[in-house]
């Protein structure tokens, strides 16, 4: 069983901190879109509420400490806001700093005798809910603007769910 603090923090950077290496995309085909595309970029106040309804209360607080059971109890005073923050997010093309903060905890894996095994561990990151509110709305309508104008062949479209 490891019992010095040193051996277990070796153990965890290297299973979590790998070095890093370049991805080879010259096998990548070139692609484009030949055709301009349009869409509605204005965020509703019905796109907010269903986002953030979606996420489960209870689950532990991001980096900002605003819990997601506090943020869907205040949702109906906090709505208007919320969508005038995502709208200027999207119209001036930009991502707050504090969106982008992420806390990562490491958890031992339970009943486990000897946590020298770099697997006996597993990373969690915590993201700002802000953050995973704004990015599910985004993805929902890229998902939508792929799926109208047929951006994707046959093939990839079974890859993705539903």
């Known amino acids: 069983m490891t019992t010095t603090f040193e051996k ?9 901190f790998l070095s890093s290496s370049q991805a080879k995309v010259n096998d990548i085909a070139e692609s484009f879109i030949s055709r301009a595309v349009s869409f509605n970029s204005c965020i509703t106040e019905d796109e907010v509420k269903q986002i953030i309804r979606r996420v489960k209360a209870d689950k532990a607080s991001d980096p900002s400490d605003i819990s997601n ?11 208007s806001v919320l969508t005038s923050l995502f709208n200027a997010c999207v119209i001036h093309k930009y991502h707050s700093k504090q969106f982008k903060k992420t806390q990562t905890i490491v958890l031992c894996k339970s009943k486990k005798n ?7 561990y597993r990373l969690i990151a915590l993201l700002d809910i802000m953050s995973k509110a704004l990015k599910s709305i985004m993805i ?3 998902s939508d603007i792929i799926k109208t104008h047929h951006m994707l062949s046959n093939a990839q479209m079974r890859a993705r769910c539903k």
């Open 8 to 16: 277990k923090i070796e153990i965890l950077r290297e299973k979590f």
């Open 69 to 79: 059971r506090a943020l869907q109890a205040s949702l109906a005073e906090l709505i």
């Open 114 to 120: 000897d946590y020298i095994d770099s697997k006996m």
């Open 140 to 142: 929902k309508r890229l």
